[in-house]
Protein backbone atom coordinates (compact mmCIF):
# COMPACT_ATOMS: atom_id res chain seq x y z
CA UNK A 1 0.00 0.00 0.00
CA UNK A 2 2.69 2.52 1.18
CA UNK A 3 5.39 2.63 -1.35
CA UNK A 4 8.04 4.77 -3.50
CA UNK A 5 8.99 3.94 -7.05
CA UNK A 6 11.92 5.39 -8.25
CA UNK A 7 12.36 5.64 -12.41
CA UNK A 8 13.88 7.54 -15.12
CA UNK A 9 17.72 6.20 -14.67
CA UNK A 10 19.63 4.76 -17.50
CA UNK A 11 23.22 4.93 -19.27
CA UNK A 12 24.08 8.45 -20.48
CA UNK A 13 27.28 10.78 -21.34
CA UNK A 14 29.19 13.42 -20.06
CA UNK A 15 27.31 16.31 -20.36
CA UNK A 16 23.89 14.72 -20.94
CA UNK A 17 20.75 14.77 -18.81
CA UNK A 18 18.16 12.63 -16.79
CA UNK A 19 15.03 13.13 -15.40
CA UNK A 20 13.99 10.87 -12.67
CA UNK A 21 10.58 10.46 -10.56
CA UNK A 22 9.50 9.15 -7.58
CA UNK A 23 6.32 8.00 -7.07
CA UNK A 24 4.31 7.63 -3.83
CA UNK A 25 1.62 5.90 -3.26
CA UNK A 26 -0.43 5.27 -0.03
CA UNK A 27 0.52 8.85 1.23
CA UNK A 28 0.62 12.18 -0.11
CA UNK A 29 4.09 13.50 -0.81
CA UNK A 30 3.40 17.11 0.08
CA UNK A 31 2.80 15.99 4.07
CA UNK A 32 6.46 15.11 4.28
CA UNK A 33 10.02 16.18 3.40
CA UNK A 34 11.32 14.36 0.28
CA UNK A 35 14.87 13.39 -0.29
CA UNK A 36 16.73 12.49 -3.22
CA UNK A 37 20.08 9.78 -2.45
CA UNK A 38 22.78 8.30 -4.31
CA UNK A 39 25.41 5.41 -3.48
CA UNK A 40 28.15 5.16 -5.92
CA UNK A 41 30.11 1.45 -5.67
CA UNK A 42 32.32 1.66 -2.40
CA UNK A 43 31.30 4.51 -1.42
CA UNK A 44 28.51 6.01 1.40
CA UNK A 45 25.14 7.26 0.60
CA UNK A 46 24.85 10.58 0.13
CA UNK A 47 21.98 13.02 0.76
CA UNK A 48 21.49 15.05 -3.18
CA UNK A 49 18.39 17.35 -2.42
CA UNK A 50 15.99 17.70 -0.80
CA UNK A 51 12.44 19.45 -1.42
CA UNK A 52 9.97 20.44 2.22
CA UNK A 53 6.28 20.30 2.27
CA UNK A 54 6.33 24.45 1.64
CA UNK A 55 8.14 23.70 -1.01
CA UNK A 56 11.96 24.79 0.20
CA UNK A 57 14.41 23.42 -1.72
CA UNK A 58 18.56 21.95 -0.82
CA UNK A 59 21.33 20.77 -2.68
CA UNK A 60 24.31 19.58 -2.16
CA UNK A 61 26.97 21.56 -3.26
CA UNK A 62 27.70 19.24 -6.09
CA UNK A 63 24.94 19.38 -7.87
CA UNK A 64 24.44 22.88 -7.73
CA UNK A 65 23.12 24.64 -10.45
CA UNK A 66 22.76 21.31 -12.16
CA UNK A 67 20.19 19.41 -10.12
CA UNK A 68 16.59 20.57 -9.77
CA UNK A 69 14.21 19.27 -7.46
CA UNK A 70 10.29 19.89 -8.00
CA UNK A 71 6.93 18.10 -7.43
CA UNK A 72 3.83 17.83 -8.79
CA UNK A 73 1.21 17.61 -6.28
CA UNK A 74 -1.21 16.54 -8.69
CA UNK A 75 0.55 13.12 -9.56
CA UNK A 76 2.11 12.73 -6.42
CA UNK A 77 5.74 12.37 -7.53
CA UNK A 78 8.95 14.62 -6.83
CA UNK A 79 11.12 14.62 -9.74
CA UNK A 80 15.00 15.20 -10.02
CA UNK A 81 16.00 16.82 -12.92
CA UNK A 82 19.78 16.18 -13.62
CA UNK A 83 21.87 18.01 -16.57
CA UNK A 84 25.70 17.99 -17.55
CA UNK A 85 25.95 14.67 -15.97
CA UNK A 86 29.35 14.03 -14.79
CA UNK A 87 31.22 10.61 -14.01
CA UNK A 88 30.74 11.47 -10.27
CA UNK A 89 27.00 11.75 -10.65
CA UNK A 90 27.27 7.65 -11.33
CA UNK A 91 25.10 5.64 -8.64
CA UNK A 92 21.98 4.13 -7.95
CA UNK A 93 19.25 6.97 -6.74
CA UNK A 94 16.69 7.15 -4.09
CA UNK A 95 14.48 8.48 -2.71
CA UNK A 96 12.75 9.11 0.77
CA UNK A 97 10.45 10.14 2.43
CA UNK A 98 10.57 11.91 6.38
CA UNK A 99 7.82 13.30 9.15
CA UNK A 100 11.00 16.06 10.12
CA UNK A 101 13.58 16.42 7.72
CA UNK A 102 15.14 15.03 5.06
CA UNK A 103 17.69 12.35 6.59
CA UNK A 104 15.88 12.50 10.21
CA UNK A 105 15.20 9.20 12.16
CA UNK A 106 13.00 6.43 9.89
CA UNK A 107 12.24 7.34 6.07
CA UNK A 108 9.94 5.41 3.31
CA UNK A 109 12.76 4.76 0.96
CA UNK A 110 12.10 3.22 -2.52
CA UNK A 111 14.32 0.55 -4.21
CA UNK A 112 16.43 3.01 -6.36
CA UNK A 113 16.91 3.34 -10.09
CA UNK A 114 20.21 3.39 -11.45
CA UNK A 115 22.64 6.24 -13.54
CA UNK A 116 25.50 5.60 -15.12
CA UNK A 117 27.57 8.26 -16.49
CA UNK A 118 29.73 7.08 -19.26
CA UNK A 119 31.03 7.65 -22.87
Known amino acids: QVQLVESGGGLVQPGGSLRLSCAAS????????IGWFRQAPGKEREGVSC???????DYTDSVKGRFTISRDNAKNTVYLQTSNLKHGDTGVYYC?????????????WGRGTQVTVSP
Open 96 to 108: AAFVTKCGSGFGT
Open 51 to 57: ITEDGNT
Open 26 to 33: GFRLVDYA
